[in-house]
């Protein structure tokens, strides 16, 4: 079962490193990215935004739906961990005496 779980790692692996082959060098001024959509950020976030600050515009008007699935994501997460903390707070303190 173990060789199993290995293999599978492995390939997985393998099929991670091998997508990312084609992706452009970090910070290349040729990359899609740089090429039409920051471009487009910078060039009109102000008429189509009405904020001034590009980087609010972009989290919170271009990408809110994103930010926002982040925040819950992050939220959920340390619910969870006080949650677990609380139910196991008398429990740990029993196993240092």
């Given amino acids: 079962m173990k060789l199993i779980s290995l293999v599978i790692v492995l390939i997985t692996g ?3 490193i091998y997508g990312t082959m084609d ?7 040729d990359s899609p990215a740089s090429l039409h959509v920051s471009p487009r950020y910078i060039t009109k976030t102000l008429e189509e ?3 001034p600050n590009m980087v ?3 989290l919170a008007d271009y990408r809110g ?3 926002l699935g982040e925040t819950t994501v992050i939220f959920t997460a340390g619910m969870v ?4 903390l609380r139910s196991l707070g008398g429990k740990i303190s029993k196993l240092d005496t």
């Fill in 56 to 58: 609010t515009s972009v």
């Fill in 23 to 29: 992706m452009p060098d970090w910070g290349d001024p």
């Fill in 65 to 67: 739906y994103d930010t």
């Fill in 49 to 51: 935004t009405a904020t």
């Fill in 81 to 84: 961990c006080i949650l677990l």
């Fill in 14 to 16: 393998a099929i991670l």
